[in-house]
């Protein structure tokens, strides 16, 4: 049994990648970005007016009233130069004009007969977006490795980048096992439940984002579980499986792994939930094994496979931390292992949720997120910092 420290770096050390692809802007949302992407022009790319107002030197607004010279709508080149005791009526986003310094808000003149107005405060500021104050030309907007989120796609558009260079998404195989298994449209019969893991984990890869392929469910017959893993290696990337990796008379799965050439790099962490879970290597292919409680599968997903998943395809952003204090003193019993305890957040502070152990995956949908405690740790108390990592 390994710490999960270590388990997480030998994960994450055996990350490599799957290649890239070019895709369309709209589909890249959520892909992870394989090329850095710069401006290919000045941001704003000439001075542009921030309100609709009056565009003028600003040495001539408390004199006489302002003559227009013309009107500036958003999307036209100036056709005037404005020159002493003259304006240009302008619109939001519209290039200042030559000459003008400022732009006066329309809300703050009043007309002076039919081609004048007057300016009415004893102040303006310049209330212009200067070429080049946001972006310059040749400026990295958004580095390789970064996951596209949709502020990340109106940046991409801004600057021509429309066939970004993505990492392509893993092919995952999702087995499930045990004899009693049914699937979710089914009735379970006496001494079976329905298979909600590989539903879950369907989300959770897809959320990666990677390609699920879903196996099915496999029962404990060790032919068919090794069946299964060979056709499961012949189609995917990464193989998951569910269920039969701890110490029970019919958790065959370890064994097979090794029969048909896979390379066990680890099979037990010390963590609660999640201790009899399995990492190994066939070539460039990988197996992960994760208990068949659902509560177990969900959180060893999420801090073992995800970062996998992520590495592998370049992501250099880590999972969000924050701290908050505990609202209420917290014990726990058994103190052997790292444990993981889903909390709610309420007040600005964080109280362990209603949870009954790994197969109360319901726990999770009432959670906001969770917190670790490191072994031989047995209580945190009210008051006490603790970081939390969000659902």
């Not at 030197?57 to 056709?79: F, N, Q």
Request: with cysteine.
């Amino acid at each position: 049994m390994i710490s999960f420290e270590n388990a997480l770096t030998t994960v994450l050390s055996h990350a490599s990648s799957w290649g890239t692809e070019r895709v369309t802007l709209l589909d890249s949302q959520n892909r992870i970005l394989a090329e850095d992407i710069f401006s290919d022009m000045d941001m704003p790319p000439f001075d542009k007016s921030a309100v609709d107002g009056f565009a003028c030197r600003m040495a001539d607004i408390l004199g006489p009233p302002l003559t227009v010279v013309e009107t500036i709508p958003a999307g036209m080149v100036p056709g005037k130069t404005v020159g002493p005791g003259q304006c240009s009526r302008i619109m939001t986003g519209a290039m200042v004009p030559a000459g003008a310094d400022c732009v006066i808000m329309v809300e703050d003149t009043v007309p002076e007969g039919e081609d004048s107005i007057r300016f009415t405060q004893e102040k303006t500021g310049k209330n212009i977006c200067y070429r080049g104050e946001d972006v310059r030309k040749g400026t990295l907007v958004i580095p390789s490795g970064t996951q596209i989120k949709t502020s990340h796609i109106a940046v991409m558009a801004s600057v021509g980048t429309v066939m970004p260079l993505v990492s392509k998404r893993a092919r995952i195989a999702i087995i499930s096992t045990g004899d009693e298994l049914v699937e979710p449209d089914q009735a379970p019969g006496t001494a079976q439940i329905r298979n909600s893991n590989a539903c879950q984990l369907i989300a959770q890869v897809s959320s990666v984002p990677a390609i699920p392929i879903n196996l099915g469910i496999v029962r404990d017959d060790q032919e068919a579980l090794r069946k299964i893993l060979i056709h499961a290696f012949e189609t995917a990337d990464l193989v998951i499986l569910t269920g039969g990796v701890s110490m029970g008379d019919f958790d065959y799965v370890p064994a097979i792994m090794k029969e048909i050439g896979v390379e066990i790099l680890f099979k037990s962490i010390a963590i609660q939930p999640g201790k009899p879970t399995v990492f190994g290597r066939k070539g460039n292919q990988f197996v992960f094994g994760l208990p068949g409680n659902p509560v177990s599968s969900f959180v060893l997903f999420e801090m073992l496979v995800k970062p996998f998943l992520l590495a592998s395809m370049g992501c250099k952003e880590r999972p969000i931390q924050f701290r908050l204090p505990m609202g209420t003193d917290f014990k726990r019993r058994k103190s052997g292992r790292k444990s993981v305890i889903p909390v709610r957040i309420a007040e600005n502070a964080v109280f362990p949720a209603d949870y009954h152990g790994s197969a109360h995956i319901h726990a999770y949908t009432i959670a906001d997120g969770w917190i670790s405690m490191e072994a031989d740790e047995t209580e945190i108390r009210k008051g006490e910092w603790i970081d939390v990592r969000p659902i």
